[in-house]
């Protein structure tokens, strides 16, 4: 069973920034991997995805601020989440995408309020 570790996560005051981190348990070199988002009341949201060989896709709501990379060595993503609003406030949760194959992580709460 893949496991996912998300990390990174905390407060953060609108107009800050926070770095998220995932690692995968193994490779990732053939999967689309993604980031997630759910906030309480909502239905979990693919906010961002890099292909291996670095095409990326953002959501409406996060183009321009939110910043997704990958190591196919380390087996890690990474979110660089800048600009952050209190509509960014939700768990965040690596896996493939578009469509998630591996068992969900934890996630890591990521709070933005002043």
């Known amino acids: 069973q893949v496991q996912l570790e998300e990390s990174g996560g905390g407060l953060a005051q609108p107009g800050g920034s926070l770095r998220l981190s995932c690692i995968v348990s193994r490779n990732i070199n053939d999967y689309i991997m993604g980031w997630y988002r759910q906030a309480p009341g909502n239905q979990r949201e693919l906010v961002a995805r890099?292909?291996?060989?670095?095409?990326?896709n953002y959501g409406d709501s996060v183009k321009g601020r939110f910043s997704i990379y990958r190591d196919n060595v380390k087996n890690t993503v990474d979110l660089q989440m800048n600009s952050l609003s209190p509509k960014d406030t939700a768990v965040y949760y690596c896996?493939?995408?578009?469509?998630?194959?591996?068992?969900w992580g934890q996630g890591t709460q990521v709070t933005v309020s002043a």
């Open positions: 890099r292909t291996s060989s670095g095409i990326t």
């Open positions: 896996d493939t995408a578009p469509k998630p194959v591996f068992t």
